[in-house]
């Protein structure tokens, strides 16, 4: 089968909801989907739709009396089942040639770009995204698809190695096995999509376990898949329990590896669920963890202000702070701390907030009540920690939370150091840049990070001393797009792993040498 002809790679184009037949258009794609809510979903284990008869409700963040669906649960029986099967037809599918899996995925994307509005509906009902943030998920997951495929095409061809004389050598890549993936919610069609389709254009076979905070975005994105022609069996989505169905499909000595987004406690405990030898495992599991972040942004005294405001509230704020990449701190030199908070406060309250399907709003709720809980509590103890400059406040039925600046932080608070995951901005000062640095990197994560400032030796300093996976100078810190930024970090944030990188893939790939002798 020869390999298909694809165009050079280029990102996916983002839809421009200032026009008002673009946004006409997501409304309309909004009041179908909405037309579509409220059906059971099944499990797909071992190529076949299963229930247990009990189910996961998912509901609206923004109105959380509106039910987006009904998900079946499954269990730890179902489990076991869909990494053995997964086992059993992994053969089948690693034979598949190159090409034909690399086909699967050029469609996958074809399917999601001519739906796009319908994806982006499902993501602004489900997971409160507003039209901006769910287009530009639904944007990446074409990407993933379009880069994978091309980068599957660049590892069945490797460059050739040295050539021993009287030998010929070589040097493949074999697929590993049965892969776990566990993505999150707060992208929960990006992150979902890219980390399934590259386990399985690499030819390994995959057990899905999405969030149980967005399982429908989960069952209609395998819908896609199965369309664009992927077998039934080499895919299995099983939402459940971390505790049961997660730990259950984590420890399975099937299992070969695991692609895991998400906080840093769970990362750690399936890391060391991982690395427990099982009776009947032959394998040491991989990991491929991305587990958050406490990124900063550090504003010199000679940068374009006006710009790094910006930079810093679109960072912290864009959904609702609810991304491994945004700004939760602020290292601001202190000649010009009093008007770069005074430029913060501005913009910050001049950002409008409600549900998210009103593409006027800029912010929309947080995911869910406890996720509420847990950042107000934050917003309380930060109170305690610095002054309060806005926000702070909750209402409404849905999920709400204002966007929060909270100014004058030590290193030491707790805001300062641990991830909060919502909106809410700590900002501190630094007597000059290199304090600053220091400041920066003080924290047990390294994922994303930027600098604002004129100066070119101090950027030259930022790029080797700014101790992140992930560095933006004079940009906001949010926003990594899919071939131009691979995206992984340092320290706890995880294996800086580099998803939407060239090298991503060899996460899921085993290189074999062969050497024979020339008769």
């Known amino acids: 089968m020869s390999a298909p002809t694809l165009p050079v790679y280029a990102n996916e184009a983002y839809t421009d909801f200032t026009v008002p037949a673009n946004r006409q258009r997501q409304q309309e794609a909004i009041a179908a989907v909405r037309g579509d809510l409220g059906r059971q979903y099944d499990n797909w284990i071992a190529g076949q739709a299963t229930q247990t008869g009990q189910w996961l409700e998912s509901v609206n963040p923004s109105q959380p009396s509106e039910i987006i669906g009904r998900h079946a649960k499954a269990n730890a029986d179902q489990a076991r089942l869909a990494v053995e099967d997964a086992h059993a037809f992994f053969p089948i599918w690693a034979a598949t040639p190159v090409e034909q899996r690399v086909e699967i995925l050029v469609k996958t994307a074809a399917i999601l770009r001519g739906r796009k509005p319908e994806f982006n509906a499902w993501l602004v009902l489900e ?28 590892y069945a061809s490797p460059d050739p190695i040295v050539q021993m004389p009287g030998e010929k050598n070589e040097l493949v890549y074999l697929p590993l096995g049965v892969g776990v993936v566990i993505p999150p919610w707060n992208f929960p069609l990006a992150i979902l999509a890219g980390t399934a389709v590259a386990a399985l254009v690499c030819g390994n076979t995959v057990v899905l376990k999405p969030s149980s905070e967005t399982p429908i975005i989960a069952a209609k994105f395998v819908e896609v898949l199965r369309e664009a022609g992927l077998p039934p069996r080499a895919l299995n989505l099983c939402v459940g329990s971390g505790s049961e169905v997660g730990d259950t499909l984590v420890t399975h000595p099937k299992t070969r590896f695991v692609s895991f987004t998400g906080s840093r406690e769970i990362g750690l405990r399936i890391n060391e669920l991982a690395a427990r030898p ?9 990991v ?5 972040g406490k990124d900063a942004i550090l504003v010199d005294e000679d940068c374009d202000l006006e710009a790094a405001a910006t930079g810093v509230v679109q960072s912290a704020f864009g959904f609702q702070g609810q991304k491994c990449s945004a700004c939760s701190r602020a290292i601001v030199h202190e000649a010009v701390y009093d008007e770069f908070l005074e430029k913060v406060k501005a913009k910050t309250e001049a950002l409008t907030q409600g549900a998210a399907d009103d593409p006027g709003n800029a912010m929309g709720p947080v995911i869910s009540a406890k996720a509420r809980q847990t ?17 702070g406040g909750s209402s409404g039925e849905g999920y709400f939370i204002q966007p929060t600046v909270i100014a004058d932080v030590d290193r030491k608070a707790r805001i300062f150091q641990e991830e909060i995951f919502g909106p809410v901005l700590a900002i501190t000062k630094a007597r000059d840049f290199d304090h600053g640095l220091e400041l920066v990197n003080d924290s047990d994560y390294g994922l994303t990070g930027a600098v ?6 101090r950027l030259e300093k930022a ?6 996976g992930n560095l933006y100078l004079n940009r906001k810190c949010t926003g990594a797009m899919v071939g131009a930024h691979p995206f992984g970090g340092f320290n706890m944030s995880g294996t800086d792993s580099k998803a939407g990188g060239p090298d991503y893939l060899l996460q899921f790939l085993q290189g074999k040498s062969i050497a024979e002798k020339i008769l």
């Not at 491929?288 to 958050?292: D, P, R, S």
């Not at 950042?375 to 926000?391: C, F, M, P, R």
């Not at 604002?452 to 030796?457: F, L, P």
């Not at 790029?463 to 992140?468: K, P, Q, T």
């Open 127 to 154: 997971s409160g995204k507003s039209f901006a943030e769910a287009e530009a998920d639904t944007a990446e997951a074409i990407d993933f698809c379009e880069y994978y495929a091309r980068q599957m095409l660049r």
């Open 278 to 286: 099982q009776p009947g495992c032959i394998w040491i599991k991989r």
């Open 288 to 292: 491929v963890a991305e587990m958050g």
């Open 375 to 391: 950042i107000l509590a934050y917003i309380e103890t930060g109170k305690s920690e610095g002054t309060l400059v806005t926000g």
């Open 452 to 457: 604002y400032t004129r100066d070119k030796t």
């Open 463 to 468: 790029r080797r001393l700014f101790h992140v």
